[in-house]
């Protein structure tokens, strides 16, 4: 087992807080303010996004479990929470920032559990006082079932407190660390909540207040949470009271100063709503709030890059300035960013919410995120102001600006709507935001700059202050860090975030445990896309189902991408994540079909599974694809598992394709850490490959090619991991080396021909490649005969299967292969192109669906060419298995270039599964190489890669990626990805369940057409032959057991049963040839043109030049024909018993 | 290295593990061939597997650990690498036996196949057992022959587990939410059928999801123009049925309609 020098495998820290430093006892690490910074920021930022997601979430599945009346309630009552809540804080939260890091280490849990205590009873007072106000003074009776009686009202006043104490403690722990525990504990209270109301529902619970009472459960235990994970150790015991109001002694005008800033700065936000809602309209007001909250999201990043100087600044103006010169303009920049992103897609984030909501929104939106640039030279002002001690001021000032503000947006809403309401607001802030840039420069100017220094500098300047004394930054929980703080002294470090700095200049740093909130946000990605596939089945209108499907996908990949890539993921973390992402993107396909197959190819093997469970013997006719039959390695595997347990065949199925995805994830993850010697690498690589187009359907379906492509990537790390046996080894050894990757090789000749074929032709490559490099030496070429001799089993094993009886693999593929060459003839010999982004049924994607494919196909093409460039000195340098990958990413442009033509875009979409293997190899290693800076092997720097290295020469392997750049790079992968599914799978809509489709693989499997396979399976008995269209007769030899009559397995085209409207002579003479028993009729397919090209298959009736659906006489015609009995009929399908044309019956 | 750490984790009691593992194998087996419940021979096949699997992980790790039987190979083989050879052996078995078992000519049913399957995954706890030699010391004493104890760390076992629980109970709530939702949108269609043809009676079945009807039934073109039937209903989801009268020749068209109504809702043909 090797070790590499890149893996932060960090001793356990003492305590639970590890990366976070330890209770109250300020940041752990010696991490630079500019990097807390960003921490803090990105935090904040994830705290954000995590509880606006989550929150969606939440609401979504309030609506799916309960009254509308009951969420109405609930709604209220949190709304109320929320204001009352953040009243009673009293601006706690904010002197807690300020004040923590200048208090004795001794009395700081205490100063924070009395701030808690204060902040909660605040709360709860008002949570009692106001809704009784509101219902008996002002009458507002619709608040009753919030409060009207004891029940309600308390568990309202609880939750209440509980939020005031949870606003005062998110706050708080950013002074610890980099704020990841306020990110974990809204992870923790959204997902907790999100989980109790889920369970409530299933209980049958009802009203409102159940609603209110999962949140209140969530905010609940995600307090003694922060209590645990911030507990410090035994030297931090606090034998001290647990509440002392002394200790908020003298802090409550700095309080109040804080909390009236907020107010103000809250203020407008606030008011605008209520100006929308009496100049212009109530309706007009719906549409506002709603864009008010989606720019929350663009608004929050200036607000947290505020929050974030001040916490980050530990009191000092000095650090703010400095800082400032390098936040303000990303702040900006990223706000214009943010602008230019949410113009084009406006109406695509309104629409989630529905049409209307689109037409009257869109300006509104656009106009209102312009905000964001002046909103961040307020909030630096309001950053500086605090850390200088000048909340007053800037209080006065803000406030003074608020009726300036509100009067112009009250003149722009009279004169032009909504629209001019903004327009006018705008105005004041683009003046007020001048105004605050010039004071802001008199401060700086009147400031001594700093240089960023990290904080060991930081400690050692003011512990030796007497006065600040007690701040004892340098109390930190590990030997190791304490080691860090006393020897890095003043080491500037402007480059702090440059973490392509030599690690031997950076000081040891703990890892940060991300295991456990990823993966729980992993989960509620899974969960978003169980209720979007859930709205799709309940054909819910609008963008909601494929906005949740879409933020499933991302919270599943991204914060996972993220952490393997980020430089303190601990090893451990890395692997665990780099195999789960993998394993809930499969488990992603059952929560879209959970009781049954559904795709194409899944009912095809489906039919085998069956054929093999009720035959009890192998090779039967599969008459839907025959050359199935004979790579039954993936059914044997199934039928094991349902024989022997019990579970039902698409269960087994499940257990079957996860087996594949592990040993898929874990082969790349040892082939990869193998060839590179790092897990980090190896980790990348496991989490890029999933940007494979054909990741989350084709590669993942029940299909040969999902369960023996990864048997195929195992056989190869097996063969490059065997035993080499020295001379004089035991007897077997040289057996035992060869066995395990001869029986996986074996697993893989049994499963799939063309994953076989395309293994026999990389161990071949791999042969050849070995001897070419090393063949001057014996071992070298001992080498490429064995490599050689494992192709040339793969040859012999294939060969065999294709001896079995029956076996057409011939035929097959040779059609695959003519059809392809003709279409590519065609094309280049002027013909049309296959439309890129339509399918055969003239759905189209939506614009921006084409440029997230157009954007995901460049960079991934873009990306690779550049690692393959970089990576072009490995034929030199590397082992040769790392070549042969190289090799293998040179195949991906088929992918993109097959989709010019029809046949070539089924083979393109096959090929990406094995050309990604490469990809994501030798793109992993590109993002994190790391130029040399030990003595390694020169040139273009590239240390060697990993066992091949020579430990003589010095060389070391070393691996890295900043944070930022890890922050960055996430987000690209999330970009392509979303591009990769749409560009692999079809337009988003089209992936989730909803109204029958023609001809559209799993849109078309409905109770309707399984209702007819259900009668044929109970009615007629298994073989009987049957005809139906494409889906049709996919269900029902899958699930009625019947044999399905196709050209593929008899040769004959018995299209024009279905597809002509005319019934003549012909019709009887097919009938009779290929002894048809039931013929199935689907009226519906009269309703539009085929989604997947064909009604029945390749080469039907009027194939060639159909632009108009199959006209509906030609689906009823056996009505009228003597001799031929409806025998069931169930509204949309018929099934018409024809033996009486046969003369059978 | 922390899933070859799994890996070796998984074998505390050394041989202590390959009984246990033989006994579970068996029992599963047994429980498969008296058709016991789904859970308990799911539970046994899953026990049985995760000791065969961490066994020959377990192995594995052991044999690495030596490093001086081979000569190249077993060094650097990364930390994943036994897991990943105990899932290889897993799934070779599994697809291996079915193979074996045709080509031996016997049927691929519950009995054999469970015979086979535990009778293998004995055999590799057999092969695969800790051994004790004097280099290796007390069998099964540690995850490293020869390496001594390893130094503890702790680790934040309670935290990850907390959050682990809340991802799993999440991952179960979406299972709920997509079974639940496949399952109310999977309702079957009102459906008219016929089953069993007779020379002068037809028996038509009427389906329908729930509870559902009255639905009349009409037969049209038989022995008088038209022919009414009693109505029926449809309870809890299972299929009625009626028997139609039909003339010695000619087509019928038995018609479903809901009570009172003309238009039909579902036709079926016979034409004899």
């Not at chain 1, 009202?153 to 950013?174: K, P, R």
């Not at chain 1, 759905?843 to 990306?863: F, G, K, N, R, Y």
């Not at chain 1, 519906?1084 to 030049?1105: H, K, W």
Request: charged letters at 15%.
């Amino acid at each position: 087992m090797s070790t590499t020098s890149d893996d932060v495998e960090a001793p356990a820290p003492a305590t639970a807080d590890d990366a976070d430093g330890s209770a109250w006892s300020g940041p752990s690490t010696p991490a630079s303010s500019m990097q807390r910074l960003v921490g803090i920021a990105r935090n904040l930022m994830g705290t954000q996004a995590a509880t606006a997601v989550l929150g969606l979430l939440f609401w979504t599945l309030a609506t799916r479990q309960f009254l509308t009346s009951s969420v109405g309630i609930a709604g209220a009552a949190v709304s109320l929470m929320s204001l009352l809540a953040s009243l009673g804080t009293l601006g706690l939260g904010t002197v807690l920032i300020a004040r923590l890091p200048l208090t004795p280490q001794g009395e700081r849990r205490v100063l924070v559990r009395t701030s808690l205590a204060v902040a909660g009873v605040v709360a709860a007072v008002l949570a009692v006082v106001v809704p009784l106000v509101l219902i008996h003074v002002v009458g507002a009776a619709n608040l009753r079932p919030v409060a009207g009686s004891l029940g309600p009202a308390a568990l309202f006043a609880l939750g209440t407190a509980l939020m005031a104490a949870a606003m005062v403690i998110d706050q708080a722990v950013l002074v610890v660390g980099t704020g990841g525990l306020q990110l974990e504990r809204n992870i923790m209270a959204s997902a907790t909540k999100v989980v109790v109301l889920a369970g409530l529902g299933l209980l049958g619970a009802g009203g409102g207040m159940t609603i209110f009472a999962a949140w209140t459960v969530g905010t609940l235990v995600s307090l003694p949470w922060v209590a645990w994970r911030s507990r410090g150790g035994r030297a931090l015991a606090d034998p001290g009271p647990l509440v002392d109001p002394r200790a908020l002694r003298g802090l409550a005008r700095t309080a109040l100063s804080h909390h009236a800033l907020n107010t103000t700065l809250q203020a407008p936000l606030l008011i605008l709503p209520l100006l929308v809602t009496s100049l212009v309209s109530a309706e007009a007001n719906g549409v506002f709030t709603t864009v008010v909250q989606l720019t929350a999201l663009v608004f929050a990043l200036p607000f947290a890059i505020s929050i974030s100087l001040f916490a980050a600044a530990d009191g000092r103006v000095e650090t703010v300035v400095a800082n400032m010169r390098r936040t303000i303009p990303f702040a900006l920049v990223v706000s214009l960013g943010a602008y230019l992103a949410v113009f084009p897609l406006a109406r695509l984030l309104l629409s989630v919410f529905g049409p209307e909501y689109a037409d009257q929104g869109v300006e509104v939106l656009r106009l209102l995120t312009l905000a964001g640039v002046p909103f961040v030279v307020r909030d630096h002002y309001v950053a500086l102001a605090r850390a200088s001690g000048r909340t007053t001021r800037a209080t006065l000032v803000l406030a003074g600006f608020l009726p300036v503000e509100l009067g112009a947006a009250a003149y722009g809403a009279l004169r032009g709507g909504t629209d001019g309401l903004v327009l006018g607001w705008l105005l004041v802030l683009a003046v007020q935001a001048v105004l605050l840039a010039a004071s802001m420069r008199r401060t700086v100017k009147s400031r001594p700059v700093l240089a960023d220094t990290d904080t060991t500098t930081t400690t050692a300047s003011i512990t030796a202050t007497p006065t600040t004394q007690e701040i004892a930054l340098s109390t930190t929980t590990t030997a190791a860090t304490t080691t860090a703080t006393t020897t890095t002294t003043t080491t500037p470090t402007a480059a702090a975030l440059d973490d392509s700095a030599p690690a031997t200049t950076a000081a040891p740093r703990t890892a940060r445990p991300v295991l456990g909130p990823v993966l729980v946000v992993m989960a509620l990605g899974l969960l978003s896309m169980a209720i979007a596939a859930r709205a799709g089945r309940e054909q819910l209108t609008g963008a909601l189902p494929i906005s949740l499907w879409l933020a499933g996908l991302v919270l599943i990949v991204v914060p996972t991408a993220w952490a393997v890539l980020a430089p303190r993921t601990s090893r451990r973390d890395r692997l665990v994540l780099a195999v789960a992402v993998p394993l809930t993107l499969q488990l992603s396909r059952f929560v879209l079909h959970p009781l049954s197959f559904a795709f194409h190819d899944e009912l095809i093997h489906a039919t085998v599974l069956r054929q093999l469970l009720e035959r009890g013997a192998l090779f039967s006719e599969n008459s839907l694809l025959p050359i199935t039959g004979y790579y039954p390695g993936m059914e044997v595997a199934t039928a094991a598992v349902t024989t022997l347990t019990g579970l039902s065949q698409h269960t087994a199925a499940l257990v079957v394709l996860l087996a594949a995805r592990l040993v898929l994830s874990l082969a790349i993850l040892a082939l990869v850490e193998r060839i590179t010697g790092s897990s980090r690498v190896a980790a990348v690589a496991s989490v890029l490959y999933v940007l494979n187009p054909q990741y989350l359907f084709f590669n993942s379906q029940y299909s040969y090619q999902t369960f023996a492509l990864p048997m195929a990537v195992l056989t190869v790390y097996l063969v490059l991991v065997r035993d080499r046996p020295a001379a004089g080894s035991e007897r077997w050894a040289p057996v035992r080396a060869v066995a395990l990757p001869l029986a996986a090789l074996g697993t893989v000749v049994v499963s799939h021909h063309v994953t076989t074929g395309l293994l026999i032709v990389a161990l071949a490559a791999w042969a050849l490649v070995q001897r070419l490099r090393d063949g001057a030496s014996p071992a070298g070429r001992r080498e490429a005969r064995a490599l050689a001799g494992f192709s040339a089993a793969g040859v012999l094993g294939l060969a065999a299967t294709v001896a079995v009886p029956g076996n057409t693999l011939g035929s097959y593929l040779g059609a695959i292969g003519e059809s392809s060459a003709q279409q590519v003839d065609t094309l280049f010999g002027g013909g049309a192109a296959k439309p890129l982004f339509a399918n055969s049924a003239g759905i189209s994607s939506a614009p921006w669906e084409q440029v997230m494919i157009v954007v995901s196909v460049l960079v991934i093409t873009a990306v690779t060419a550049l690692a393959l460039l970089r990576a072009r000195t490995w034929w030199t340098r590397r082992t040769s298995v790392a070549i042969l990958l190289a090799l293998v990413a040179l195949l991906w442009p088929l992918t993109p270039l097959g989709h010019l033509t029809r046949a070539t875009s089924e083979v393109g979409d096959r090929a990406a599964g094995f050309s990604f293997v490469g990809v994501c190899d030798v793109v992993a290693w590109w993002l994190l190489r790391r130029r040399a800076h030990a003595a390694g092997p020169a040139e273009d720097g590239v240390v060697e890669l990993g066992p091949a290295s020579d430990p003589a020469a010095g060389a070391r392997t070393s691996f890295g990626m900043g944070g930022v750049a890890a922050l960055l790079t996430a987000g690209v992968v999330g970009m392509v990805l979303v591009g990769s599914v749409i560009f692999g799978a079809g337009p988003l809509a089209g992936q989730l369940p909803g109204p029958f489709r023609v001809s559209a693989d799993a849109r078309s499997v409905d109770p309707y057409n399984r209702a007819a396979a259900a009668w044929l399976d109970d009615n007629v008995p298994e073989g009987t032959r049957v005809y139906a269209d494409r889906v049709g007769g996919l269900l029902t030899a899958a699930e009625g057991g019947t044999y399905t009559v196709r050209h593929i397995s008899t040769s004959i085209d018995a299209s024009r049963l279905l597809l002509d409207p005319d019934f003549t002579d012909q019709d009887v003479a097919l009938i009779r040839r290929a002894r048809i028993d039931y013929v199935i009729a689907d009226r519906r397919d009269a309703n539009g043109l085929p989604n997947q090209d064909v009604y029945v298959e390749n080469g039907e009736f009027g194939g060639e030049e159909r632009r108009d659906p199959v006209p509906l006489a030609a689906l009823t015609k056996l009505d009228g024909v003597e001799g031929v009995d409806r025998v069931y009929d169930n509204g949309a399908l018929a099934v018409y018993d024809v033996r009486g044309l046969r003369g059978d019956r | 290295m922390a899933i070859a750490d799994a890996g070796h984790r998984l074998v505390p009691g050394g041989r202590t593990t390959t009984r246990v593992g033989a006994v579970v194998l068996a029992g599963a087996a047994a429980a498969t061939l008296a058709d016991g419940p789904v859970w308990l021979r799911t539970a046994a096949w899953l026990l049985g597997a995760l000791a065969v699997g961490s066994s020959v992980a377990a192995s594995r790790g052991r044999r690495d650990a030596r490093g001086g039987r081979t000569a190249q190979g077993a060094a650097d083989r990364p930390g994943v690498d036994p897991l990943l050879v105990a899932l290889t052996v897993l799934v070779v078995a599994a697809v291996a036996s079915g193979f074996v078992l045709e080509a031996a000519g016997v049927r691929l049913s519950q009995g054999p196949w469970a015979v086979v399957l535990a009778v293998v995954g004995i055999a590799v706890l057999v092969i695969e057992r800790p051994r004790r030699s004097a280099a290796d010391g007390p069998a099964g004493a540690g995850p490293a022959d020869g390496a001594g104890p390893a130094p503890r760390r702790r680790s934040p076992v309670a935290t990850t587990a907390a959050w682990s629980s809340l991802a799993v109970a999440l991952v179960v709530a979406s299972f709920v939410v997509a079974v639940d939702g496949a399952r109310d949108a999977d309702l079957p269609p009102v459906t008219l059928a016929v089953t069993d043809l007779g020379p002068t009676t037809v028996d038509v079945v009427v389906g329908a999801p729930g509870d559902a009807g009255p639905y009349e039934v009409r037969t049209d073109g038989g022995i008088d123009s038209t022919l009414s039937y009693p109505p029926v209903t449809v309870t809890g989801g299972e299929p009625t049925s009626t028997t139609v009268l039909l003339p010695p020749e000619g087509k019928v068209i038995v018609t479903l309609h809901n009570l009172g109504q003309a238009e039909p809702l579902r036709s079926v043909v016979i034409d004899r």
